[in-house]
């Protein structure tokens, strides 16, 4: 039986009579042929089988992969699960696709210490997206000499940085409730450490948060509130390790069986505050008549569903990473992009009645 030989990049050359630079400049510099050469070269290898010059051999080559890492602090299906993730991952492959490069997702659950996975990741740099200042994969990440970008947190030097304002983000839903009469609230809050807590959090540690970002909107609540004679002491704030919107409904229930006559729960995400609306709901309670809900971030559902809301711009963080770490080589300097956000007041949020009138009648 008679094997035909594949195809070389020199067999290709010498079949084309032109030489090899010319033949790996239509895969690698395109710019430098013109369109009809360059068709004529793929044309002739799609027909002696030529698969075109091996990633591999060109990386050790170039010393570049050609790949940007993201590294996520959740397991890989949280990227296509999560709204806001869905959102920033979109904006990331948009910065990537504009430069030509390709995309590595590196999952780093919270509860695995295995760090391989980043020691692994043939990538020529890493978008590190929201993960606690202790993380081990954060660590070796930085241990690696390529560019690193981080979103959102841990907050570091010399390091370049995207993402919001988030005290003063969320101030703004702090003064829109003390302007509405609110004093008696809780709060549902995402992780706010590697460790897994479901339940009530004291104030040691909200001032101890790993996650810079959870830290940040609970310092601007305790602050603001604190401005309206509100001792943060005596607010209830309860703990989810994971972020879906069953969290969010079991910690609302946590908060109103403790106080009923809370008038208002300020969740830190709209994955959360989506679950608080199903609580008050499946309790009888109205939006906001009976209980004021506002959530974080602005995904399409919470919009739909009326919540009131920060909206920030999750698609435009994921490109602003990727366009930073594509850029790294140019500056010598950590930049720090800090993206505007925007209050939504929706229907979720108004004046509380009188607590003898809401649970007593008139």
Same mark, same amino acid.
Not at 212 to 230: D, G, I, K, W
């Given at each position: 039986?008679?094997?035909?030989?594949?195809?070389?990049?020199?067999?290709?050359?010498?079949?084309?009579?032109?030489?090899?630079?010319?033949?790996?400049?239509?895969?690698?510099?395109?710019?430098?042929?013109?369109?009809?050469?360059?068709?004529?070269?793929?044309?002739?290898?799609?027909?002696?089988?030529?698969?075109?010059?091996?990633?591999?051999?060109?990386?050790?080559?170039?010393?570049?992969?050609?790949?940007?890492?993201?590294?996520?602090?959740?397991?890989?299906?949280?990227?296509?699960?999560?709204?806001?993730?869905?959102?920033?991952?979109?904006?990331?492959?948009?910065?990537?696709?504009?430069?030509?490069?390709?995309?590595?997702?590196?999952?780093?659950?919270?509860?695995?210490?295995?760090?391989? !996975?980043?020691?692994? $990741?043939? =990538? &020529?740099?890493?978008? #590190?997206?929201? *993960?606690?200042?202790? +993380?081990?994969?954060? %660590?070796?990440?930085?241990?690696?000499?390529?560019?690193?970008?981080?979103?959102?947190?841990?907050?570091?030097?010399?390091?370049?940085?995207?993402?919001?304002?988030?005290?003063?983000?969320?101030?703004?839903?702090?003064?829109?409730?003390?302007?509405?009469?609110?004093?008696?609230?809780?709060?549902?809050?995402?992780?706010?450490?590697?460790?897994?807590?479901?339940?009530?959090?004291?104030?040691?540690?909200?001032?101890?948060?790993?996650?810079?970002?959870?830290?940040?909107?609970?310092?601007?609540?305790?602050? !603001?509130?604190?401005? $309206?004679? =509100? &001792?943060?002491?005596? #607010?209830?704030? *309860?703990?989810?390790? +994971?972020?879906?919107? %069953?969290?969010?409904?079991?910690?609302?229930?946590?908060?109103?069986?403790?106080?009923?006559?809370?008038?208002?729960?300020?969740?830190?995400?709209?994955?959360?505050?989506?679950?608080?609306?199903?609580?008050?709901?499946?309790?009888?309670?109205?939006?906001?008549?009976?209980?004021?809900?506002?959530?974080?971030?602005?995904?399409?559902?919470?919009?739909?569903?009326?919540?009131?809301?920060?909206?920030?711009?999750?698609?435009?963080?994921?490109?602003?990473?990727?366009?930073?770490?594509?850029?790294?080589?140019?500056?010598?300097?950590?930049?720090? =992009?800090?993206?505007?956000?925007?209050?939504?007041?929706?229907?979720?949020?108004?004046?509380?009645?009188?607590?003898?009138?809401?649970?007593?009648?008139?």
């Amino acid at each position: 039986m008679h094997v035909r030989r594949p195809a070389t990049l020199a067999s290709l050359a010498a079949e084309l009579g032109v030489s090899r630079t010319t033949v790996s400049n239509a895969y690698n510099r395109p710019d430098q042929l013109s369109p009809e050469l360059r068709r004529r070269v793929l044309e002739t290898a799609r027909r002696l089988g030529y698969p075109g010059p091996d990633p591999v051999a060109r990386s050790l080559r170039t010393r570049k992969a050609g790949a940007v890492g993201l590294l996520l602090t959740e397991n890989l299906s949280y990227a296509f699960r999560d709204p806001a993730a869905i959102g920033f991952l979109e904006g990331v492959a948009l910065a990537c696709e504009d430069s030509g490069q390709g995309l590595l997702l590196v999952p780093a659950s919270p509860e695995r210490e295995d760090v391989a !996975a980043v020691h692994r $990741a043939g =990538v &020529d740099g890493f978008i #590190v997206y929201s *993960v606690p200042d202790d +993380d081990p994969h954060l %660590a070796a990440v930085l241990e690696r000499p390529v560019p690193t970008v981080v979103v959102d947190q841990p907050e570091l030097d010399n390091v370049d940085r995207v993402g919001i304002d988030d005290r003063a983000a969320v101030t703004q839903i702090a003064q829109h409730l003390i302007e509405l009469g609110h004093r008696r609230i809780g709060v549902v809050c995402m992780r706010l450490a590697r460790d897994r807590n479901d339940g009530f959090v004291t104030v040691d540690r909200q001032h101890a948060a790993h996650f810079h970002v959870q830290r940040a909107r609970l310092e601007a609540l305790a602050t !603001a509130f604190a401005a $309206a004679n =509100v &001792d943060w002491t005596t #607010v209830p704030v *309860v703990e989810r390790f +994971d972020h879906n919107t %069953a969290c969010g409904s079991s910690a609302a229930a946590q908060l109103l069986d403790r106080d009923p006559h809370l008038t208002a729960l300020i969740c830190t995400s709209d994955i959360l505050a989506l679950g608080a609306l199903a609580e008050a709901r499946r309790r009888g309670l109205r939006v906001p008549q009976d209980l004021t809900i506002t959530g974080f971030d602005g995904i399409p559902e919470a919009e739909r569903a009326g919540l009131t809301t920060v909206r920030q711009p999750v698609l435009e963080k994921g490109r602003a990473a990727g366009k930073l770490l594509v850029n790294a080589a140019d500056h010598t300097r950590p930049r720090t =992009v800090t993206l505007s956000t925007e209050l939504v007041i929706g229907t979720s949020s108004a004046a509380p009645r009188m607590s003898e009138e809401r649970w007593f009648g008139p």
